[in-house]
């Protein structure tokens, strides 16, 4: 697969994530959209690493989003967990906008630099 169309820049304010489902190449791939607080978007693993929550429900502060079951704060840019409990950190997906579209490439992951 290549770039997936997830939402358009209208879907979403500063600060504000949306639950997409997309298409892989190992099946569907649940991706939280996320736009910061300074308007770029971002995509993630909408599966929180700790609790297994959808992280498009949590709150958007700046670059990062907190999962609302249990506080663990990860960065939209890399993925990785900011705040205990969780240690693990989870996918994040390239993004780009073309002609008012946010277009997803779930099946490129960006590696996390250790």
Do not use: D, Q, V
């Given at each position: 697969?290549?770039?997936q169309i997830a939402c358009t820049t209208d879907d979403l304010g500063p600060e504000e994530a949306l639950l997409v489902e997309l298409d892989?190449?190992?099946g569907t791939v649940p991706v939280a959209v996320v736009r910061d607080a300074d308007g770029d978007f971002h995509a993630i693993s909408d599966i929180c690493s700790h609790g297994a929550v959808s992280l498009s429900d949590g709150e958007v502060e700046?670059?990062?989003v907190e999962c609302w079951l249990h506080g663990s704060q990860f960065d939209l840019r890399t993925g990785r967990p900011l705040q205990l409990p969780a240690v693990q950190p989870v996918p994040v997906y390239p993004v780009s906008v073309e002609d008012g579209n946010v277009l997803v490439d779930v099946d490129a992951p960006v590696a996390v630099a250790s």
């Open positions: 697969m290549s770039k892989g190449t190992s700046g670059c990062l």
